[in-house]
């Protein structure tokens, strides 16, 4: 049957198909529901090592890992996996390691179920969540802009033809509204029914899809273009500077010939040379800062919450650096290849395409079967669904936690109102995130927008390593690093026309340097210069104090 379909008709059965499945993990996993705020928010503590690993690997590879690394390998070239992936490979197990444990410890230790309640203790200020709560919302909503920009864009391309009679402007593919629209609303659903144990298992088993169906498809591209040696020489002779992380003006010599050429006669020469790109040396080692993002995120704070034990930790440790290679190394070569492939006489990707988000879609659309594009775009899916569903309930959980439950009702609410007010507030989330990513369709850069989310978050990372690691950090010190960070952020992303200079450095550098150094600086200035910690504090989070007390 699905042999008889146009490749758009199929890949709308497989993608449904896929969505009931999830929406079904949804329904069963909210018959293991206990009722109480920590089943919901936290499953109880009771994840193990597989889940969590699954969980803690799904949520961090989002669209930006394989949209958006495609996209921008296929601007910029291979030098994106050593900007990113070889860096979050080192520094993302280093946070587990060195903030997840602990922080997990203090969490099953007192009780915390958000980042803000540890915070509230540790800086003795019952404030700080009023100022540190607009802050993370403000951060993660464009996180999650990146899933919605990401399913809309791959849903409209694989879909191509699918239904002529009601999307006739769009040539038969689902518009972009329509399935940005659709993944928001399942993902609604089982975080809805399920709470972060449904939260665990749909990333579990999307990550897995994800990873999978991603070499799979990775295979049979290259086989589609020659295999992986072929596919890599088209791209040697056609756009070299692609396969190097920095240019020489022999190159930019070479690319302006070859150029003049092509504008002479583009039918003569199929693929239209790329223009070379150069990534300074100090803007290269600058990127090293961006995965500390891990550090502050609040959806991995929950998902650290949820472990069994300290041992639960050891293999996410061990295994997140091998799972980040084996997603990005495919999906980089697929956006480098994708600059010169050739298939018949013409060139893959249509010349002047302006959309990288679209460039792993058309990849798969044109290059593989329809059976094989629907199950890539349900893989690509997993992994855009794999981030909002964490993102979407630690939001709930904040407002539902801190907001609402400490600082309006004075920690009075029942466990069964505070899932109330979680599912209203995630509710709300994803109804403003859907309104705002239709403003920005075609418009931004899924891996821009993530650099900025997670600089961001990035220069947040002093305040959490100060509080587990430095006794002498103050109130002060932290309502300032958050202030830094705040002005910080807002002032450097307008300078960067908001995102839409893709180049912008500051000080040679990208902008989380400054904005991290900048929050570090403010942090321990202040805190040196006020009132240090009780000793009760002191004793709580770091033991005996000097007096033995």
Known sequence: MLAAMSGGQTAVIVIAVYLSLLLIL??????????????????????????????????????????????????????????????????????????GIKLWSFGKRYGYVTQIQFFRDRFESNGIGLLLFPLLVGLVIPYLLIGVLSAGTVINKITAGAFPTFFA????????????????????????????????????????????????????????????VEATN??????PTRLKRDVTPADIERYETRLAEWEKDPTAAVIKPAEPHRTPPLMFLSYAFIPLSVGMFPHLFQHWLTARSAKTFRLAVVAHPLLIMIVWVPCVLIGIWATSAVVNGHAVIPVGMSNPNAVLAVMVKQLTSPILGALLTAGILAAIMSSLDSQFLCLGSIFANDIVGHYISRDRLTDRQKVTLGRIFVVGIVVVTYVIGLRLEGVKSVFTLGVWCFSGFASLFPLVVASLYW????????YAGVLTTAVA???????????GNREYLFLG?????????ATAAALVIVSLFTTPPSTETIAKFFGKTEHGR
């Open 26 to 99: 949804g329904v069963i996993s909210s018959r293991f529901l206990r009722g109480s705020a920590a089943d919901y928010f936290l499953a109880s503590r009771g994840i193990g090592s597989f889940l969590l690993v699954m969980s803690l690997f799904g949520t961090t590879m989002t669209a930006f890992a394989l949209v958006g690394s495609t996209g921008e390998a296929f601007r910029s070239g291979i030098g994106v996996y050593g900007k990113m992936a070889s860096w979050s490979g080192i520094v993302h197990s280093a946070c587990f390691f060195f903030i």
């Open 169 to 228: 402007e769009t040539g038969g593919a689902i518009p972009f509204a329509v399935g940005s629209g659709i993944i928001c609303l399942v993902v609604l659903v089982y975080v809805f029914l399920g709470g972060v144990r449904g939260t665990a298992w749909a990333n579990a088993f999307q990550t897995m899809v994800f990873i999978v169906l991603g070499l799979v498809t990775f295979l049979v591209l290259a086989d589609k273009l020659g295999g992986i």
């Open 234 to 239: 088209l791209v040697r002779e056609h756009n």
């Open 471 to 478: 006794k002498r950090v103050t109130k002060a010190g932290a």
């Open 489 to 499: 952020w807002i002032w450097l992303f307008a300078q960067s026309d908001y995102g």
């Open 509 to 517: 550098m990208m902008p989380v340097v400054t904005m991290t150094c």
